[in-house]
């Protein structure tokens, strides 16, 4: 097994109610490995999305910790919940989010070329300062998310769903990061460009060398995609294992129900392979 990336224990968030408090997520431990694809399944509301951005920082624990392995070898990790703005900065060039909407992810005011150099403005890390250099990388992660190098001077509504999902995906991919979070990244897509985007993804993966937290409801998508299944149910991790495993021999009830209620496949191209 390849060394872990980001280790998770006890992570928790509680919400305030007028009738008490809500456990959205209660006590998760999870490690993500270097170079793997980690799928977080459950129905909507089990707290899925507010994990994956609490390991993120997008959202603040209400305890727990998440560290960080910017290198296998590194002894300790980085403790993310802990870290300073400007640490947080720094890892914010390894630790990325593709959003579940592509229709509300992308400034509409800003043309696509001005939305992927955004990161390296921030971040810093563009190849010299000069806009050609920028251009040059700009009119390279179009290529690699599969779109012309004439969409970066057009505007975010004149694109149809899946293409702004890869505009979505280029930006999270400026930075060069090592661990990308994927928060329902094609639930909002028909199914066939949803599938368009999954394939691209395993080949960015390759090519990249990502490591995933791949986030959805769909057990057909996230067994096509994962290497491991964590299944969510209010609030908890109540089972974890191979992708195989999962689908094939559960052994938590909440995961037999899970799988009785989605479709028993769902079609590909063979672009994994």
Known sequence: MPAAL???????????????????????CLDIFSGETLG???????GKTTLGRMILRLIEPTSGSVRFFA????????????????????????????????FASLNPRMRVLDIVREPWLIHGGEPSGENGDLQQRARELMRAVGLEESALVRYPHEFSGGQRQRIGIARAL???????????????????????IVNL???????????????SHSMPIVRYLSTRIAVMHR??????????????APKHEYTRTLLA??????????ERS
């Open 201 to 215: 993804l395993a080949k960015l993966q390759r090519e990249f060398g990502l490591t995933y937290l791949f986030i």
């Open 71 to 102: 290198a296998p070898a590194e002894s300790g990790g980085i403790d993310v919940l802990a870290a300073s703005a400007s640490e947080m900065r720094r890892l914010r060039r390894n630790m990325q989010i593709v959003f579940q909407d592509p």
């Open 6 to 28: 980001v280790e998770i224990r006890d992570l928790t968030k509680i919400y305030a109610q007028t009738r008490g408090e809500l456990r959205a997520v209660d006590r998760v």
């Open 235 to 248: 609030g908890e991790i109540v089972e974890v294992g191979d992708a195989e495993q999962i689908t094939t």
């Open 174 to 196: 400026a930075l060069k990061p090592q661990f990308i979070v994927l928060d329902e990244p094609v639930s909002a897509l028909d199914v066939s460009v949803g599938a368009q």
């Open 261 to 270: 209620a989605t479709p028993e496949a769902l079609s590909f191209h063979s």
């Open 40 to 46: 977080l399944v459950g129905e909507s509301g089990c």
